[in-house]
């Protein structure tokens, strides 16, 4: 079974940068493919960036790249996602979620494990 803890959340001024960790532990996780969600007050979840099971390939949402930068350390089972220049709209809880698969998609229900999600607050 898989598990997944994400940390590193918190509330931050505009202008600032984060990174948030996700702890991935589990057998077979470091060939699944990681997303990671966000879902801001009164919307839905969306896709904000995800990475392959080896690194070879990221996505990253039109609107945030630029921005958003997401990597993974197999070897410590974590995956990151570091965000500069956080605007007010990056307001969300941001979860990560896997696959079961090395290739990632952009939809939901692709994804088979999720954690609890980190509360991101950006505010002046």
């Known amino acids: 079974q898989v598990q997944l803890i994400e940390s590193g959340g918190g509330l931050v001024q505009p202008g600032d940068s984060l990174t948030l960790s996700c702890a991935a532990s589990?057998?077979?996780?470091?060939?699944?493919?990681i997303g990671w969600f966000y879902q801001a007050p009164g919307k839905v979840r969306d896709l904000v960036a995800a990475i392959y099971a080896d690194g070879s390939n990221t996505y990253i949402a039109k609107s945030r790249q630029g921005r958003l930068t997401i990597s993974r350390d197999n070897a410590k089972n974590m995956v990151y996602l570091h965000i500069n220049n956080l605007k007010p709209e990056d307001t969300a809880v941001y979860y990560c979620?896997?696959?079961?698969?090395?290739?990632?998609?952009?939809?939901?229900?692709?994804?088979?494990?999720w954690g609890q999600g980190t509360q991101v607050t950006v505010s002046s």
């Open positions: 979620a896997a696959t079961t698969t090395y290739y990632f998609k952009d939809y939901e229900a692709y994804y088979d494990y």
């Open positions: 589990g057998s077979g996780v470091s060939g699944f493919a």
